[in-house]
């Protein structure tokens, strides 16, 4: 952001406090501006977009994306507008996800899915360091829209540092290991359940292939199918509270293509009570898994 | 009357003109899309399209007819857009409720009621930053001011010194809905100066001094760098009442989007003898006999451009 040209960061507390628990501390700009702004979260996503009309790029960092529905209307009317051209500036809105359990209604709410479905806004989930860096790096400021999103559940983790060996240049699919025996594919902010399985398999002398799908909506996950033809086995974990989880249309597409010898869908149980504060971690089985694989 | 005065009224005549021939076609179905007219509009436009000045922008609402033929100067371009024909000034692909027209300063125009405002304030922050000097107008309406985006967007407007104006046409309906059938009222004026921005009221439909108050107001705007608000009491005009056996009282019905099935296209354009129409006022600074061969000729050339 220090290299580009008249660049506009903005959103409340950004600057100030704790700066969003982190996300925002030293930004810093060469030309622009940083604005701690007021309390107006469909303002804030209006004025993203005028910047843009302005040919002025912007990031709207947002302490919870819940705010974001008061924004709605401009993800999809005010984007739509100004799609229909290919757009020379940036905007990204950087909300953190709660998906913490202990916030009670608000992470009754954690469907990041759901706000890039809307009007099919590009989507990028963060959830470790080399899909942190790789995403930052090339979507933060690029041209056109698009919403990254940071879990509130893994800020107060230690970030996984794991290095990958294959992304797509649209940064949406991200592949950390390859092996014969299973293929794991993590959705939303789930790669850390995908990345302790991964471990475990590797201590029983399980061999899988760990994806991650960072985009929140269905993406090209070729890859990820001409693997799951080799393994035969699928994992799916997604921990988004969606009705319409983006797993399902991976499992559509791979059933497409595959006969599979297992299947295991880890989401979440949401037959029980998820409107009260909890501590909502999947509860994963991962023995269980492990012993579905090797047979 | 001197020239410049002549062309101000000739540029009212025209623009009603032009919406009368657009009636026209709604009446006949013409149109896909839905368009809403701004007869008895036409002063505030022609204001705002004489002060409007190199590096400013407008920022428009759903009902923009009357500033797009302001601005654009023909109808044959705004015919062919809401005809959805490539020749259309946005190609046929914006249709009425969205038409902006960048070449002409129009650089966004939304179809949801306030969602404008936000969107304004964001240009208004990028012309600041790259040291424009010109300033942003947006349009809305009576309607638009009971959105909250209005009251966050002049809260952001102020705070960050915007050289803006917010121009808001009150012509007391929304929908089908007069104001007092549907809130309380709402003293605009008390709003923006408690915010800390100028306030005019423009009243009367007098174009030539519209032209000169908004010309005030801008310099004000740009040599204080600080948001103004102008508030314009407007009538809407060729309303009709309806009685049905459900309402045997009849009732006044402010048409919205659609024809104003009781307007037709005449040479002489005038719909009310009053000053809610400004087509009256003109009578005021000019000879009626030198309005109708005005008029006259305008209808010809308009006819010709279509044709």
Known sequence: MLET????????????????????????????????TQNSENTLCGIGFGLMISKVSSVFFMKQQDFLLLGVDHLA?????????????????????????????????????????????????????????????????????????????????????????????????????????????????????????????????????????????????????????????????????????????????????????????????MTGDWLSPNLELLEIDYQNILEKIRH | MEKSKIKIAREILRIRLSQMIINEGLKKDDFKIPIHLALGHEAVAVAVDAMIEGEDKLVLSHRNIHYNLARTKMLKPELDEYLLKKDGVAGGQLGSMNLANEERNIVYTSSILGNNLAVAAGIALGEKIKGSNGLVIVVAGDGAIEEGSFYESL??????????????????????TRIDERRCSIDVQKIAESLGFRYEKLVGNDTYQYIEKLKAVRQHVLENKTPAVVEVEITTLGGYYLKTEENPEPRFINYHAGPAPEISLREWPLIEESSRDPVFILLEYCRKSVLETASWEILEELKNEIR
């Open chain 1, 5 to 36: 040209e008249n660049i506009v960061l903005f959103g409340q507390n950004i600057a100030a406090g704790s700066c969003l628990s982190g996300l925002t501390k030293n930004l810093r700009v060469r030309k622009g501006l940083i604005i701690n």
């Open chain 2, 155 to 176: 809260v952001f407007l102020k705070s960050n010194g915007l050289s803006s104006l917010v121009l808001i046409e009150n012509n007391c309906w929304s929908l089908a």
């Open chain 1, 77 to 269: 009317n005010t984007y739509n507008f100004i799609r229909r051209k290919k757009p020379s500036a940036s905007f990204t809105i950087m909300p953190v996800v709660i998906d913490q359990g202990y916030q009670g209604l608000q992470s009754s709410l954690n469907n990041f899915g759901d706000f890039c479905s809307l009007a099919r806004v590009p989507g990028f989930a963060i959830t470790n360091k080399v899909d942190a860096e790789e995403i930052i790096n090339s979507q933060l400021v690029s041209p056109g829209f698009r919403i990254i999103g940071v879990s509130q559940r893994l800020s107060k983790e230690e970030l996984i540092d794991v290095g990958k060996i294959y992304s797509n240049k649209e940064g949406t699919v991200f592949q950390y290991a390859e092996g014969k025996d299973a293929t794991v594919v993590c959705f939303n902010f789930s790669f850390s359940y995908g990345w302790e399985l991964y471990k475990k398999a590797k201590e029983k002398g399980i061999d899988i292939s760990l994806f991650s799908v960072n985009a929140p909506t269905p993406t090209k996950w070729g890859r990820i199918i001409e693997n799951t033809k080799e393994t035969n086995k699928l994992v799916l974990i997604d921990d988004s509270k969606s009705e319409n989880l983006s797993c399902y249309s991976l499992i559509n597409d791979i059933l497409d293509e595959c006969s599979l010898e297992n299947k295991i869908l880890i989401k979440r149980d």
